[in-house]
């Protein structure tokens, strides 16, 4: 059984800088795609940003482009999503994700196993 445990959101102006964080537990952490998404109240879950085994292949969603960067931490089985430039749009609950089955980044929902309890980031304008 794969654990994630997500941190970091708050409430920030426009403007500002969050770094979320998520901790990977149960299996080997160097095994998994590792991806971000975010859910906004009435809207579907959309892709953020994926990185893969290594981190050697990265996807952004055009709308964070230039403004978040992803990273992976093997040593502390943590990926972390670094967002400056928040925009009141960012505002959502972010959730980290796990896709074993592939070195393949990819953006779909259906693809990732494991999810994150997900944290909340409040842009205010």
């Known amino acids: 059984q794969v654990q994630l445990v997500g941190s970091g959101g708050g409430l920030v102006q426009a403007g500002g800088s969050l770094r979320l964080s998520c901790a990977v537990s149960?299996?080997?952490?160097?095994?998994?795609?590792m991806g971000w998404f975010r859910q906004a109240p009435g809207k579907e879950r959309e892709f953020v940003a994926a990185?893969?085994?290594?981190?050697?292949?990265?996807r952004y969603a055009d709308s964070v482009k230039g403004r978040f960067t992803i990273a992976r931490d093997h040593a502390k089985s943590t990926v972390y999503l670094q967002m400056n430039s928040l925009k009141p749009e960012d505002t959502a609950v972010y959730y980290c994700?796990?896709?074993?089955?592939?070195?393949?980044?990819?953006?779909?929902?259906?693809?990732?196993?494991?999810w994150g309890q997900g944290t909340q980031v409040t842009v205010s304008s």
């Open positions: 994700a796990v896709d074993g089955d592939s070195d393949i980044v990819t953006m779909a929902p259906s693809r990732y196993d494991y």
């Open positions: 149960g299996r080997t952490f160097s095994r998994y795609v």
């Open positions: 990185i893969s085994r290594i981190g050697g292949a990265i």
